[in-house]
Nanobody
Framework: VQLQACGGGLVQAGGYLRLSCVPSGNIQSMDLMRWYRQAPGKERELVAE???????TYADSVKGRFTIFKDNAVNTGFLQMSDLKPEDTAVYSCTAVLITHYGSVQPWGQGTLVTVSS
């Protein structure tokens, strides 16, 4: 069971992107999911979290601009990013608690680069 973060790219300031967190393997459901980012020379930062019950939490720096959500029908998580700023430039990665037939696992997805130009 693995996770793949995708959807990054180059966008101008004020633009938008949608990142996806896609599991591979035999998954029954996706529970807790988190998006992190790490900018060059900086520590990894928790950007957003959604619990299995749908409760969301955001870093202050992205509140009102980013939305985390899941599509339970396909067990995929998303991060909708709007009004992007140059300081949002980072490698974004996801992690999630995945429920399988054999129990729960929490893999990390390979990061996807988001570059916001001014």
């Amino acid at each position: 069971v693995q996770l793949q973060a995708c959807g990054g790219g180059l966008v101008q300031a004020g633009g938008y992107l949608r990142l996806s967190c896609v599991p591979s393997g035999n998954i029954q459901s996706m529970d807790l999911m988190r998006w992190y980012r790490q900018a060059p020379g900086k520590e990894r930062e928790l950007v957003a979290e959604i619990t299995g019950g749908g409760t969301t939490t955001y870093a202050d720096s992205v509140k009102g601009r980013f939305t985390i959500f899941k599509d339970n029908a396909v067990n995929t998580g998303f991060l909708q990013m709007s009004d992007l700023k140059p300081e949002d430039t980072a490698v974004y990665s996801c992690t999630a608690v995945l429920i399988t037939h054999y129990g729960s696992v929490q893999p990390w997805g390979q990061g996807t680069l988001v570059t916001v130009s001014s």
